[in-house]
């Protein structure tokens, strides 16, 4: 410890005692002794438990051993790119913080290897922290609860891997640091920093499937949809989801590295069919390896400055940021051995599929990482099978009709639809499949192969391999919309309804006895801009008001969003009548996100809901845009006028050069 300490020594020989000998001896360290902050980590995975193929299949976490997490941290201030250095790490109490967060009253001193533990509310994990050296912490999480991987058959395998683990609250503070310089062979006091593990800020236990279909798309968007700062850098909360995005990827890929290494191993091998009934197997894994996450952490600038770090040495701006490189039982703890107890089940419900399975050993969280040999699966599907179900389903010819006046009676339109058995599995001969419904906004009456699939399904049955199903798909007209767009038809195994095995998207458009209106904006693609505040004027016209009941303006995000009404757009025939030839709609966007929408008119007349041609366009408020100009766009210099052009503010561009483009390609518009 940073601390003077009496060393006496006297000895004894045949009843004689020496004098005693007294040195004063300081032991090197440091402790905290200036301003605190906490921060917060990013969710780091403790445990990776693997979902076995077959889809009734699950592995379950029943006694968990101690995973250890080695952290090394460095410091740099958050304008610089340059290298990170060293952070002094110490347990909760070796720099002052106890249960609350702030300097304590007791001094304790970080080369104490006092072990700290603390107990999250749910009791889900039991977290111990242990300093291994002044740059270097352990933290090592024991799961007190038991995870199971789902047994269900909507997500499998790979997919169903779950990722459980927690983020860290980090406490930090300003310390002073005694060490021994050998070259001037003096003592030296040194103002640094230190860091501890406090509490466990969070708790998840997420899926593969959830991460990369939910969380990842998820802080994409908040990163792209998050302000920037008035200097146009990434504000904290960006640069926090950036951090969490990187922290997902680095827990995917090496999830697959480990089990690849797993792989690589001592193996055995099992395999089973869909009518075997459940295997279950119940190992104890233990295993000393490594793998590293790297993250960023925030530094409260006055805690910073008083630690003495500069930015070029001009003085502290802004906040700093943490490296953190966090290494599951990393080599200097190879003491540590995690020792895992899982119980495994292989199974399926689906008379048909087998599976032959290699199971290993992940070397750092000690759990089975599974290894499809081959097979052949269905209800779901599994990767790295032959697919029993495989099929296709086409519309022969256009997909898209429109039925003249006068209609058929009854009135519809039909489609060629070939459905075909492309299953590889020697063991069936014949398929059958289902034909439903997805899709159907606008309430046409859809059949195929003369059933109803509005009101049930279609059966399609004995489907040989290798062979062709042709039918029918028939549109029939409904009570009120003359247009049908988008009528999605799905393609399902008989027995398994839940994802499709193909789609056929067609449209209709039964003609109309009323005039058709047009729609129109400024410009073609139309846009919404910084300058714009937030208003796009639409107009409507070659409208017949005679055959009018009302006309409702609709938009939706392209290509995937769903159409809907903008609120008060609703305007009658009487409206209509009073605007003349044209009548203005002013849209206020202020609501929406930036991107590419679509816009349209519904038309509902004395003949049907019809709908206008669709106007592409794009609302883009962020990009860097000229507001206003002197003179204005097709204006004339006026004597003693200085050329200049106003940018929207708080928006960053890339460079000088694309300002300077910018601004040349404003200036041409003048005259």
Not at 85 to 100: E, N, P, Q, Y
Not at 131 to 159: F, H, M
């Amino acid at each position: 410890m940073p601390y003077a300490w009496l060393f006496a020594a006297q000895a004894s020989a045949n009843f004689d005692t020496s004098n005693v000998v007294k040195e004063i001896t300081v032991v090197e360290g440091f402790r905290a002794s200036g301003a605190s902050f906490v921060t917060k980590s990013p969710q780091l995975p403790f445990m990776i438990l693997r979902d076995p193929p077959g889809d009734g299949s699950q592995s379950s976490l029943l006694n968990a051993g101690t995973t250890c997490n080695t952290t090394t941290l460095g410091v740099k201030a958050s304008s610089s790119s340059t290298t990170f250095a060293s952070v002094k790490r110490g347990s909760a109490f070796s720099v002052g913080l106890g249960g609350a967060i702030g300097l304590g009253a007791e001094v304790n001193w970080s080369v104490e290897t006092g072990f700290a533990t603390w107990i999250s509310n749910a009791s889900e994990f039991e977290i111990g922290g242990e300093s291994l050296s002044q740059t270097e912490k352990s933290v090592c999480v024991t799961s007190l609860t038991e995870y199971q991987t789902n047994a269900a058959d909507d997500v499998v395998g790979r997919d169903a891997d779950l990722f459980i683990g927690a983020a860290y609250v980090i406490a930090y503070a300003v310390a002073d640091e005694i060490g021994y310089n050998e070259d001037s062979c003096k003592l030296v006091k040194s103002r640094t920093l230190a860091m501890a593990n406090d509490s466990l800020a969070t708790r998840y236990v997420f899926s593969r499937f959830q991460i990369e279909n939910q969380e990842l798309p998820k802080l994409d968007s908040l990163i792209a949809h998050t302000p920037l700062e008035p200097d146009g850098s990434l504000s904290q909360a960006a640069k926090d989801y950036t951090n969490q995005k990187g922290v997902w990827l680095q827990a995917l890929a090496e999830s697959d590295n480990l089990k690849a290494q797993g792989l690589g191993g001592p193996v055995s091998n099992t395999t089973f069919d869909g009518v075997a009934g459940p295997i279950t197997q119940s190992t104890t894994f233990e295993s000393m390896g490594s793998v590293s996450f790297s993250y960023e952490l925030f530094l409260e600038s006055s805690v910073a400055f008083e630690a003495g770090f500069e930015a070029g040495g001009s003085g502290l701006l802004g906040g700093w940021e943490f490296q953190s490189s966090a290494a599951t039982n990393e080599q200097t703890t190879s003491s540590t051995t995690t020792s895992t107890t899982i119980s495994y089940v292989l199974d399926d419900d689906d008379a048909g599929d087998a599976f032959s399975v290699t199971i290993g050993t992940d070397p750092v969280y000690g759990t089975p990482v599974f290894g499809l040999v081959g097979g052949q699966s269905s209800c779901p599907p599994e990767e790295g099978t032959t697919i029993r179900d495989d099929a296709s389903m086409v519309v022969i010819g256009l997909s898209a009709q429109t039925v003249p006046l006068p209609y058929p009676s009854p009135p519809v339109a039909d489609f060629s639809l070939d459905i075909s058995n492309l299953s590889l599995s020697l063991t069936d001969p014949n398929r059958d499949y289902l034909v439903d419904l997805i899709q159907n906004t606008e309430g046409a009456i859809v059949r195929v192969d003369g059933s109803d699939i509005g009101t049930g399904s279609a059966t399609i049955s004995n489907v040989p391999q290798g062979g062709t199903y042709s039918t029918t798909l028939t549109i029939e007209k409904g009570s009120t919309a003359l247009e049908y767009n988008d009528i999605l038809v799905g393609l399902f195994p008989l027995d398994c309804p839940d994802e499709p095995l193909a789609e056929v998207s067609v449209d209709v458009v039964f003609e109309s006895s009323c005039v058709d209106a047009t729609l129109l904006t400024s410009e073609s693609p139309w846009s919404v801009t910084a300058i714009d505040e937030n208003k796009l004027l639409i107009q409507l016209t070659d409208y017949g008001v005679g055959d009018l009941n009302t006309v409702t303006f609709q938009y939706r995000r392209f290509p995937a969003g769903t159409w809907t009404a903008i609120p008060g757009s609703l305007v009658d025939a009487a409206t209509l009548a009073g605007s003349g030839a044209i009548y203005d709609y002013l849209w206020d966007v202020s609501s929406l996100f930036d991107g590419d929408y679509q816009i349209r008119a519904r038309v509902n007349c004395s003949a049907g809901i019809t709908y206008t041609d669709v106007l592409n366009g794009t609302i883009d408020r962020n990009s860097l845009q000229p507001i206003s100009t002197v003179p204005l766009p097709g204006g004339t210099l006026v004597f003693g006028q200085v050329p200049s052009v106003t940018f929207n503010p708080n928006r960053a561009i890339e460079n000088q050069k694309s300002l300077e483009r910018l601004i040349i390609a404003t200036l041409g518009v003048w005259t």
